[in-house]
């Protein structure tokens, strides 16, 4: 046993695995960089308050955080989400709207670590601030609906709902409280203390036991406001436009105190255990003014890496990417040859790699073929003299002697041209 491993709820994401998390990362980019989203990168921590917001009487608020006291005496939490650090960046920084942003990074939440729910966790997101205009939102869930096909997943769910302005959702917390108190005989004990705290949360539960009393409590939809209820119909109309399935669950209501109108959840139903929910946003108009800035609506969504290459890998689409590399160069003399044309062929766009501590040309060979090298550049001891190396398509296995001098000329006549790497000093 090593002396040191990796902490509960997080994990070392090796290669290739990790080749596949930036390839990830990449397609989000493209996706949501095509509809003018640009990159934002918060401070991992910041002053508690920032979260606080997410609700007092939330999981994540009571039980999740990483907070510590600083050396300054500054009471600091490790973001649990990114959506109230980059509201608390608008307020301060105070761009011109609407700001669009995207983001991709780790949080951290002290959850119980089990497959699909880690205590260090990644997520890309958009966040969108200034309008809100309904039609905002249907951009905000089509792209998170265009990413998840652009992984090749296929088996996404989407589930909509409305919370209502603040005063619908307190109206409608009055009357699901009184319901749930009336029955709450027949709930579960975790049931019964989270109605104590946060009665939508009782909503959430997933145990069999309150199952029937959460199927008979009143849905939000009566209690909508007209214009609450008309943001709705035009979000639920656009989607439809765009022909992207959704369903209307009304039990949906999202951890986070913030939402309000807008609510979605995208699930994974190819995933069997009950960590389904790979990603899910809504809006939250008032965030930015809880924070100390002015009133401005915002709207945006956030996915889980981990659990949607979970997904990814149920359905067993959006592998990693080959890792290899295109040339091996393979010096039996001294290296020094190796040194110098490695450069050479990294610097006009190929990869290249080659071994180090004076090895056999059968175990340079090997790890050639473990490198995946499409060529061989071999240089004996002939070679070196006479100025030339043997190139060798470890593919067809044909192979021809070239002069060193010319060694790019052949390189791309079999890998065609690359884009020269732009020299650095
Ligand atoms: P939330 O901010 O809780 O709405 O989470 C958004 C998405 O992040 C979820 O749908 C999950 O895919 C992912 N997620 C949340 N918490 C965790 C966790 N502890 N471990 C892994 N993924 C998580």
Not at 30 to 59: K, N
Request: with cysteine.
């Amino acid at each position: 046993m090593p002396t040191f491993s990796t902490s509960p709820g997080t994990r070392d994401i090796l290669p290739p695995q990790a080749g596949r998390w930036r390839a990830f990362t990449s397609v989000f980019a493209d996706v949501v960089e095509s509809a003018g989203y640009e990159c934002v990168i918060p401070p991992m921590f910041e002053e508690l308050g920032v979260f606080l917001r997410l609700g007092d009487a939330t999981d994540v608020v009571t039980k999740e955080m990483y907070d510590f006291e600083d050396k300054g005496g500054r009471h600091i939490a490790l973001r649990p989400e990114h959506t109230a650090g980059i509201c608390r960046a608008f307020a301060q920084h105070r761009p011109t709207t609407p700001w669009k942003v995207w983001y991709s990074g780790s949080n951290f939440r002290y959850e119980k670590a089990q497959a699909g729910r880690y205590r260090q966790f990644d997520q890309v997101g958009i966040e969108v601030l200034g309008p809100s205009d309904p039609l905002l939102d249907v951009e905000v869930i089509a792209l998170g609906w265009h990413f998840f096909a652009a992984l090749g997943l296929k088996n996404v769910d989407l589930a909509v709902n409305s919370l209502g302005d603040p005063g619908d959702r307190a109206a409608y917390i009055d009357a699901l409280s009184a319901y749930l108190n009336s029955r709450s005989a027949e709930l579960s004990e975790e049931a019964r203390l989270t109605l104590q705290k946060n009665p939508l949360r009782v909503l959430d539960s997933k145990r069999e036991q309150d199952a029937s009393v959460i199927a008979d409590a009143p849905t939000i939809g009566a209690f909508l406001s007209d214009d609450a209820r008309a943001h709705f119909d035009a979000v639920t109309s656009g989607l439809s436009l765009l022909g992207i399935p959704f369903r209307v669950t009304r039990g949906l209501v999202r951890g986070l105190d913030y939402y309000q109108r807008t609510v979605f959840e995208f699930v994974s139903t190819s995933l069997d255990n009950a960590q389904t929910a790979i990603g899910g946003g809504g809006r939250y108009d008032g965030l930015v003014e809880d924070l100390g800035g002015p009133s401005t609506a915002g709207v945006g969504f956030a996915l889980g890496v981990d659990r949607t290459l979970l997904a990814c890998d149920s359905e067993s689409v959006f592998a990693a990417p080959s890792s290899g590399v295109d040339v091996f160069v393979i010096d039996v003399v001294d290296g020094m040859t190796a040194v110098r044309l490695t450069e050479v062929i990294r610097a006009a766009g190929y990869r290249a790699d080659r071994a180090f501590d004076g090895r056999s040309m059968k175990s340079q060979m090997k790890s050639a073929d473990r490198a995946g090298a499409r060529l061989a550049v071999i240089i004996g001891a002939d070679e070196a003299e006479a100025g030339t190396c043997t190139i060798r398509d470890l593919l067809t296995s044909e192979q021809s002697v070239v002069l060193q001098s010319e060694i790019l000329q052949h390189i791309s006549l079999i890998l065609g041209e690359r884009t020269p790497r732009r020299a650095t000093l």
